[in-house]
Structure formats: C-alpha cells, structure tokens
Nanobody, 122 residues
Framework: VQLQASGGGLVQAGGSLRLSCAAS????????MAWFRQAPGKEREFVSK????????DYVDSVKGRFTVSRDNAKNTVYLQMNSLKPEDTAVYYC????????????????WGQGTLVTVSS
C-alpha cells in the first residue's frame, strides 16, 4: 500500500485546511485509517482515526470539535478537515493505514504515507 498525503500549507490562526490521503494498491476499505502529526522537536502523536467502513471515528482531545476525519472508499481517499486552526497545530501530518482500531499507537501501524506540513501562524 502506498499512501500520498497532500493539502498542507501555511494558514493563519482560525483558518482551515483539508488534508487528503490517497492510497494505491489494495482498496482502502480493507483498513482502518489514521492521521498522526509530529511537531518540531516532539514525538509523533495520534490525531484521529476512522474505521474501515467509516462508522467509527476518534480524535485526540486537543482537536475534538475542530477536526473531522472522513473517508471515501470509492476514491481510496481519507480526509482530515481542520477548522479553527491554532499555532499549536503546526506539525507535519502523516496518514497511516492498517492497525487494530482500538490502538492509537504508532507502533501498531503497518503503512505510513509521507508527511504534509501544516504551518499555522499567529
């Protein structure tokens, strides 16, 4: 599975961005999908996940109410809509595939995409 993340950029605080993660190879609906992020000087952390069929989703507390994860299995693409962005959301965002849904640990992820940089200015 190859994952291609896109949609990052520079935005002012309070603004919005939508990240996309397109998959090639086996169809995306075989896998739970997630977004992680890594800020400068920090460890990579879980942001959001969505189950295979899209019926379940979860978020880290710091983004609840601001970020929304979704998927379009027909397009083999997962999205992360990010609203009300804050400077502390600045990070490289990574999409991830194939992990046990209860887990938020990056150690359980089988496939990673390359990152897309999100920079939020104050």
């Amino acid at each position: 599975v190859q994952l291609q993340a896109s949609g990052g950029g520079l935005v002012q605080a309070g603004g919005s961005l939508r990240l996309s993660c397109a998959a090639s190879g086996p169809t995306l609906n075989s896998y739970n999908m997630a977004w992680f992020r890594q800020a400068p000087g920090k460890e990579r952390e879980f942001v959001s996940k969505i189950s295979r069929g899209g019926g379940s989703a979860d978020y880290v507390d710091s983004v609840k109410g601001r970020f929304t994860v979704s998927r379009d299995n027909a397009k083999n693409t997962v999205y992360l809509q990010m609203n009300s962005l804050k400077p502390e959301d600045t990070a490289v965002y990574y999409c991830a595939a194939r992990f046990p849904y209860p887990s938020n640990s990056l150690q359980t992820v089988a496939y990673w995409g390359q990152g897309t940089l999100v920079t939020v200015s104050s």
